[in-house]
Structures are given as structure tokens and as C-alpha cells.
């Protein structure tokens, strides 16, 4: 996949919001059964975030928050195993990096942990269940 076909955005909730809540909306409230009042959480607002391309059209989404956490990572089902996560992942990095954060924390669904490990992530913490999904905590040291 060449990365001329690939582009990333960094925005504000107001700007990328049309894209990133239909793609949240279609793998976390259709495809994972979380209910909507989980997934609308009210702290859009206050997140940075990140919007991938394929071919111009919205395919992938995350937020980071402005403790460092990274959040609602995902990525349309067609478009899954071409790195695409792995962009919308460095791009929060960068971003975490850029306003001083010492970490990026994330609740990771237990079947992602290696996909955030392969980035640098390491878990910690026990297995807990947020929106009937299971998760572990992990970090990455920044510094």
C-alpha cells in the first residue's frame, strides 16, 4: 500500500466529528454492541483528534485527551491489517509528545494488546470490563 494513498488529520471534535462519529458509531455501537450512551461520552470536545484516509475516504479515527490518554481507536472493518491503526496510533504519539505528556495511557480491548505492545505499550493492572468488553490498562513511557 503506497502512503499516497493514505493521509492523516489532526483536528478539533467540531472539524472531524461528521467523519470520526460515523466510524465510531459502525464499529463500536453496531459491531461491539457498546451502548450509545457509553460511547457518546461527552469529552469530544475537550480530545484532539485523528481522522486516516484510504483513498480519500474516512476509514479510521482516534481521540487523545488532554491527559494523554488515547481513546476510541477504530478502524472500519474493510479497512483492518493495512497499518492504518498504526498511523492513527503514531499521530496520537506525536501529538501526546508535542504537548509534554511524560505518558500515553490507553484501556486497550484485551484481543488489541499485542497490537499495542508492537508500538511500545506495556500492560498493567488487571483485566477489568468496560462496555461488556474486556480491557487492560497500558502505558507508554514518552520520556
Known amino acids: 500500500m503506497s502512503d499516497a494513498m493514505i493521509s492523516l488529520e489532526r483536528g478539533d471534535w467540531q472539524t472531524l466529528s461528521s467523519d470520526a462519529s460515523e466510524i465510531r458509531r459502525i464499529v463500536f455501537m453496531v459491531e461491539q454492541h457498546v451502548p450509545e450512551d457509553e460511547e457518546w461520552d461527552g469529552r469530544d470536545d475537550a480530545c484532539e483528534h485523528f481522522l486516516v484516509r484510504l483513498e480519500g475516504r474516512p476509514v479510521g479515527t482516534a481521540r487523545l485527551l488532554p491527559d494523554g490518554h488515547v481513546g476510541r481507536v477504530a478502524v472500519l472493518s474493510e479497512a483492518r491489517g493495512l497499518g492504518l491503526g498504526q498511523h492513527l496510533m503514531e499521530a496520537c504519539i506525536l501529538a501526546a509528545r508535542q504537548a509534554g505528556h511524560a505518558e500515553v495511557l490507553l484501556d486497550a480491548q484485551t484481543h488489541a494488546l499485542v497490537f499495542y505492545q ?22 507508554l513511557i514518552l520520556n
Not at 508492537?118 to 502505558?139: C, N, Q, V
Open 118 to 139: 508492537r508500538l511500545g505499550f506495556t500492560a498493567f493492572g488487571d483485566e477489568f470490563i468496560d462496555a461488556g468488553i474486556p480491557h487492560r490498562s497500558m502505558r
